[in-house]
């Protein structure tokens, strides 16, 4: 016989809250709970590493693309694929030279289910100076270039343990034996994090004005413990939502591989600099790095049961 649970919230919510975790980027909760809590927004944190996935989540000003396979249980019978990009909006750069010029960048990504490929075509436009008295001379608009750009494709997490499908939508786990498993991934190098968000809501008792959402992460080998500080200060039968992320990261700085680079070029002439930008495409490059992400996320919701 099936069980039946009713959740107080949408599976549109729920897809909402995987990008949440797709687009960051991630990560030191103290395990004595007499120490202060390290929040960095709404994500405490409880390991105690270095993880590129605390780099991307403490950045929030790089622009990013990002390519998530996700896939929520039990609503979702496949993985669905998605791209997003972050603080991708135009900017204004000013250079040594004195020289403001408006970068714009327009994306695609595909995931092949091997490769992730972005093609970003980026826009310079060479600003006059707003200030003059009288503006003669108009904007001028630097080519279109197109690069491309690619990475291994984050495998796509399945759930194996616990069981959450349609007679068991929502099961009920032990806080302090809380075994999970997956399909691991021997090639992944930075781990798999894992998050756990209550938003209030209990089995029995009515919804709470609270939100906790806490974060470890776990060596990629399909199976864990989860630390029990995963599940600090919620309550026994919590409605508690369990995402598990991995990525591929890479960032793009074309200054190391810049030939010449936009610093010797800025020592021209201000001619020959805006002739130099129009011939040479690494040097737009060069002013704006970006991070590039190919990441899988999987959810499921618990009932978290404390002995």
């Not at 970068?103 to 006059?128: A, S």
């Not at 291994?152 to 399945?158: F, L, Q, T, V, W």
Request: glycine share 2%; proline share 5%.
């Amino acid at each position: 016989m099936c069980k039946i649970y009713y959740k107080t919230y949408t599976f549109e919510i729920m897809k909402a809250k995987v990008f949440l975790c797709a687009l960051f980027a991630l990560t030191l909760l103290a395990c004595n709970p007499n120490e202060p809590v390290n929040k960095y927004g709404n994500l405490n944190i409880i390991y105690k590493g270095k993880s590129p996935y605390i780099d991307w989540y403490m950045d929030n000003t790089t622009e990013r693309f990002v390519s998530c396979a996700y896939k929520a249980y039990p609503q979702d019978s496949t993985t669905q694929n998605h791209v997003s990009a972050n603080q991708a909006e135009d900017i204004v750069v000013t250079l040594k030279n004195n020289m403001r010029i408006r970068l714009h960048d327009e994306y695609e990504i595909k995931n092949d289910g091997k490769i992730t490929h972005l093609q970003l075509i980026r826009k310079g436009t060479i600003l006059e100076d707003a200030n003059s008295p009288k503006r003669i001379k108009a904007d001028t608009e630097i080519n279109w270039y197109v690069h491309n750009y690619s990475l291994n494709s984050a495998k796509p997490i399945e759930l194996k343990s616990p069981r959450v499908d349609s007679c068991d939508p929502i099961p009920e786990c032990s806080c302090d034996n809380f075994k999970i498993q997956w399909n691991a991934d021997s090639t992944n190098r930075y781990g798999v994090a894992v998050i756990a968000e209550w938003s209030g809501v209990t089995a029995f008792e009515s919804p709470q004005d609270a939100y906790i959402q806490n974060m470890d992460i776990i060596p990629d080998t399909g199976e864990a413990i989860l630390n029990p500080d995963l599940f600090k200060n919620m309550p026994d039968y919590a409605l508690v939502d369990i995402w598990l992320y991995r990525a591929e990261l890479a960032e793009i700085d074309e200054h190391a591989s810049g030939d010449p680079t936009l610093e010797e070029a800025m020592k021209e002439s201000p001619e020959v600099f805006k002739e130099m930008l129009s011939n040479d495409p690494n040097l737009i490059m060069q002013m704006r790095s970006f991070k590039f992400a190919s990441s899988a996320v999987t959810g499921f919701s618990t009932f978290l049961k404390r002995e």
